[in-house]
C-alpha cells in the first residue's frame, strides 16, 4: 500500500470553519459561502456570483399516517390505493407478486359454482395438506410447552417457531428494535437514507422510525401525497431508483428488496406536459395522487427464513434478521440487473430485475462476521465492489464475476465512491483519519490489475474559526475538526470530495462537512502524486430550532424509569447538545452549474448545497 505525501491541509491554505451561527448556503468562485443571517454581506457576493438558494425541507421524527393500518399485502399500492382483491404468492426464487383471489357469489349458490370450488380445492389439496400438518405441528409444540415450567419452555422451545416462547421472543425482539429506531430517530435525525432519481429532480427519502418513503419533487418544490409503505417494509437500509426505467424504486428492508412501480399522476403530466421555452418537462410527483404496486425480491425465498408469505391485516408483523435481509444494493448503469448485499452473511445476490430471478455470488463467507456493509457499481458497469463487516474488501468484475480481495485493511471499510471514470474510487475505513485510493490499471476480461495508497490525511487538530471580518485568526474562537473519516461522497463530475467525520470522537466538531478538490487522474502518474486531493472548505448546516433543542435537553437529561438498558446505552454514547451532526449525505446525479450536495442533519432538516463551478457539460454549452 502506497501514501502519498500530503501537499497542504485546510490549515496551511488558511481554510477556516465557519461560526456555530451560521449556514453554508453554497460555493462560488472556489469560495464556500456562510450566512449568518438574511443581512450577512456573504448573500450579496453569492447572488453575484449567480449562486442558486435552495429551501429546507423538514422531516418531522414522529409521524401519524392516516391509513397505515391499511397496509396489508405483499403487493399493494401507495397510501390510498390498496389493491383490496390481491392475495399473495412467493415462487422458487422469494419473488412475492399479487394473484387474484377466487370468490364465489354465494347469492347465486348455484350447483356449478359449488362443483367447480370443490376441484379447486383438490387441485390445491397440497398446499392444505402442507397447511394441516403444520397446524397438528404447531398444536403439538403448543401441547409439549403446556406441560413445562416457563423458564424451561423457553429454553427448550425459545428457537422453535409456532410456539409461545419464540412469539415473545420474537416480540422482545421487534420492541427492541422499535426502541432502537426511536432512538436512533432523536440521535441521527429521522431520515434513514435518501435517493435521487437519475433524471429528474425527485428525491425519495426514507423515514427511520416509521419505514416509510417519501417523495419530494425539487422542480416544484412540493412533497407527493402518497406515502410508500407496506408490512414488508422494515428497518430500512438503502434505496436506489432504477436506471432507465421510469419510476421503479428499489428499498432494501430486513424481508428483501421491496421493488415499488410508481405511476406519476395523469393529472399533473397533462398539465406540465411542456414549459415556457416549448421543451417538455418531465411530470410532477406532487400535482396529485399517484398509483404504486410492490413486488417483494427475497432470496433465499420467504418461507425458507420463516417470513410468512401471507401476512395477518390487524397487526404489524416484525421480521427478524435473516439471510434475505438486505444491508445494501445498487443498479447496474443499464437497469437490468441488481446487486444486494446482506446482513447476515457475505453473500451477494445477482437479481435478473424482470424476471424476477435470483443467482448467489458465493466468495465472501457465510458468517455474519463476513456480512456485507456495501456494495457499489462502477458507472461503466464493469466492476463491483463490496466490503464486509471483517474488515475485507472485494473487487469483481461482472463478465466473468472474477474477483480480487484485499484482507489487509487497517479496519472496516465505512464508505467509498467510484470516480466518474470508473478507474479510481475513493474509501475510508473505521477509526482513521486518512482518506485511500484504489487506482484501476486494467480492463476486464484482464486480470485485475489494481493498487491500494492513502492519498491524504485529516488529522485532528484546534484551528481557529472564521471571522467573517478580515479573518484574523488573533483572538478567535478556537475549535477542534478533523479525526477519524466515517463517511464521503464524490460528485457526478469527479470534481468535488466531501467527508464527515465518526461520531465516536466527542473532542472534535463533528457537524461540520469538509470539501477537497478532486484531481483523480493524479493517481495514476508515475510514483505517485499528491494533487489528488486538494482542500477546498466546510459546509456547517442548520441548527436545532428551540423547540427541538428543548426537546433533545430533555431527552438527554436521562428521563424517568422504564427505558431500554440498550436504548439508554445508545442515547449516553450518541446524543449531543451541539450543531445538528450530518446523518447522509450524497450528490444530485444532474446539475447543469456544478454540482448539488443534499445532506440529511440529525434535526431532521435536509438542505441542498448547490456548489458552481464549470464542467465539461456547461463549458460546452456556454
Not at 398446499?127 to 403448543?142: D, F, G, K, N, S
Not at 396529485?288 to 433465499?300: D, F, N
Not at 445477482?350 to 458468517?367: I, K, N
Request: hydrophobic share 40%; net charge neutral.
Amino acid at each position: 500500500m502506497n501514501a502519498y505525501k500530503v501537499a497542504s491541509t485546510f490549515e496551511d491554505r488558511g481554510i477556516r470553519p465557519p461560526p456555530e451561527d451560521s449556514v453554508t448556503v453554497g460555493e462560488a468562485d472556489l469560495t464556500f459561502i456562510h450566512l449568518r443571517n438574511g443581512d450577512d454581506p456573504g448573500l450579496l457576493h453569492y447572488v453575484r456570483s449567480g449562486g442558486i438558494a435552495f429551501p429546507h425541507i423538514m422531516i418531522p421524527e414522529a409521524l401519524q399516517l392516516r391509513g397505515a393500518e391499511t397496509k396489508t399485502t405483499a403487493t399493494a399500492t401507495a397510501a390510498t390505493t390498496i389493491a383490496a382483491d390481491t392475495d399473495t404468492d412467493a415462487d422458487e426464487n422469494g419473488t412475492v407478486s399479487a394473484k387474484p383471489i377466487l370468490r364465489t357469489n354465494a347469492e347465486v349458490g348455484s350447483v356449478l359454482e359449488t362443483v367447480f370450488s370443490h376441484a379447486l380445492w383438490l387441485w390445491n389439496a397440497k398446499q392444505h395438506t402442507a397447511e394441516l400438518v403444520q397446524t397438528m405441528q404447531t398444536r403439538t409444540l403448543l401441547l409439549a410447552e403446556s406441560w413445562l415450567p416457563s423458564p424451561v419452555a423457553a429454553v427448550v422451545f425459545g428457537d422453535v417457531a409456532g410456539t409461545l416462547a419464540a412469539a415473545n421472543a420474537e416480540r422482545l425482539q421487534a420492541e427492541e428494535a422499535n426502541e432502537e429506531r426511536a432512538m436512533l430517530a432523536k440521535t441521527e435525525g429521522p431520515v434513514a437514507c435518501v435517493a435521487w432519481h437519475p433524471h429528474r429532480s425527485l428525491v425519495a427519502i426514507a423515514h427511520r422510525a416509521t419505514d416509510t418513503v417519501f417523495l419530494y419533487d425539487l422542480a416544484t418544490n412540493t412533497w407527493c401525497p402518497n406515502v410508500l409503505q407496506n408490512v414488508y417494509m422494515q428497518s430500512i437500509t438503502s434505496m436506489a431508483w432504477q436506471p432507465n426505467c421510469g419510476y421503479t424504486l428499489a428499498v432494501g428492508c430486513t424481508a428483501g428488496v421491496c421493488l415499488w412501480n410508481i405511476m406519476p399522476p395523469a393529472s399533473s403530466s397533462s398539465r406540465s406536459a411542456t414549459a415556457a421555452d416549448g421543451k417538455k418537462k418531465a411530470p410532477s410527483m406532487g400535482g396529485g395522487q399517484l398509483s404504486a404496486w410492490m413486488t417483494l425480491l427475497s432470496y433465499p425465498k420467504l418461507a425458507a427464513n420463516g417470513v410468512p408469505v401471507q401476512l395477518p391485516l390487524d397487526k404489524k408483523v416484525a421480521f427478524r434478521r435473516t439471510s434475505s435481509s438486505v444491508s445494501s444494493l445498487a443498479f447496474s448503469p443499464s437497469g437490468q440487473w441488481l446487486v444486494t448485499g446482506h446482513q447476515t452473511h457475505g453473500h451477494l445476490t445477482v437479481w435478473d430485475v424482470a424476471l424476477g430471478t435470483a443467482a448467489p455470488l458465493r466468495r465472501s463467507g457465510s458468517s455474519s462476521r463476513a456480512a456485507t456493509l456495501r456494495v457499489g457499481i462502477s458507472p461503466d458497469g464493469r466492476h463491483l465492489v463490496s466490503v464486509h463487516a471483517n474488515g475485507h474488501l472485494r473487487l469483481w468484475e461482472t463478465e466473468t464475476w472474477g474477483s480480487r480481495l484485499w484482507s489487509d485493511m487497517q479496519g472496516i471499510v465505512t464508505q467509498f465512491a467510484w470516480a466518474p471514470d470508473s478507474r479510481s474510487l475513493f474509501f475510508a475505513v473505521a477509526r482513521s483519519p486518512d482518506i485511500y485510493a484504489l487506482a484501476l490499471h486494467s480492463a476486464p476480461p484482464s486480470a485485475i490489475d489494481a493498487e491500494i495508497s492513502i492519498v491524504t490525511s485529516f488529522e485532528p487538530h484546534a484551528t481557529a474559526v472564521s471571522s467573517g471580518v478580515g479573518d484574523d485568526a488573533d483572538g478567535a474562537e478556537r475549535i477542534r475538526v478533523g479525526g477519524a473519516i466515517k463517511s464521503l461522497a464524490l460528485d457526478p463530475t469527479g470534481q468535488r470530495l466531501v467527508v464527515g467525520f465518526d461520531d465516536d470522537s466527542a473532542s472534535s466538531d463533528i457537524s461540520l462537512l469538509a470539501v477537497y478538490l478532486v484531481n483523480s487522474d493524479a493517481l495514476f502518474r508515475a510514483g505517485g502524486d499528491s494533487s489528488a486531493l486538494m482542500p477546498l472548505g466546510y459546509i456547517r448546516g442548520p441548527d436545532w430550532g428551540e423547540q427541538q433543542r428543548d426537546q433533545k435537553q430533555q431527552s438527554s437529561g436521562g428521563g424517568g424509569g422504564g427505558v431500554n438498558p440498550r436504548s439508554a446505552k445508545l442515547a449516553k454514547k450518541r446524543v449531543r447538545l451541539g450543531p445538528p451532526i450530518p446523518s447522509w449525505f450524497g450528490f444530485a446525479p444532474n446539475f447543469a452549474h456544478g454540482a448539488l450536495l443534499t445532506v440529511a442533519w440529525a434535526n431532521g432538516k435536509i438542505s441542498f448545497v448547490p456548489m458552481l463551478f464549470r464542467t465539461s457539460n456547461n463549458a460546452a454549452s456556454r
